[in-house]
């Protein structure tokens, strides 16, 4: 098994409906994968020669916890300069990227309802960061 230095890491408020849970997790992890090019791996080629875009060159672990959780993760996450996205429960209601801007630029730090974010930086601080979490069922 490989062993990777950094970690790509997603944690989800726990009482999400399922629907939410892939939705959010999946707008979390663009944000990772739009601004850390080193974490991409290579494009891959069917036996036919067809090209697909390529993946996340590691694992990606889905955490859940309760809202507190979330919000102490995220104070960890600023404390240790890890790059984060965020997902508040705002975005459920908007339609588009500056929607979704906006209603986050709208509210000050400590006060985001946060329903999921996405880490990615060295293991040992990814994993204190979210220290108290359980990976998702």
Do not use: C
Request: proline share 5%; hydrophobic share 45%.
């Amino acid at each position: 098994m490989t062993t990777f230095s950094t970690k790509i890491a997603v944690l989800l408020r726990d009482d999400l409906a399922t629907w939410q849970r892939l939705n959010v997790t999946a707008f979390l992890v663009s944000g990772i994968a739009a601004t850390a090019p080193e974490a991409i791996g290579e494009h891959y080629v069917d036996a036919d020669g067809t090209k697909y875009l390529p993946m996340f060159g590691q694992p990606v672990l889905v955490f859940a916890g309760p809202g507190t959780l979330l919000t102490t993760a995220h104070g960890r996450a600023l404390e240790r300069g890890l790059a984060m996205s965020v997902f508040t429960a705002e975005l459920f209601g908007t339609g588009n990227d500056d929607d979704n801007r906006a209603a986050v630029r709208a509210v000050p730090r400590a006060a985001l309802d946060l329903v999921g974010l996405a880490v990615v930086g060295p293991r040992n601080a990814v994993d204190k960061t979210l220290k108290g979490a359980t990976l998702h069922p």
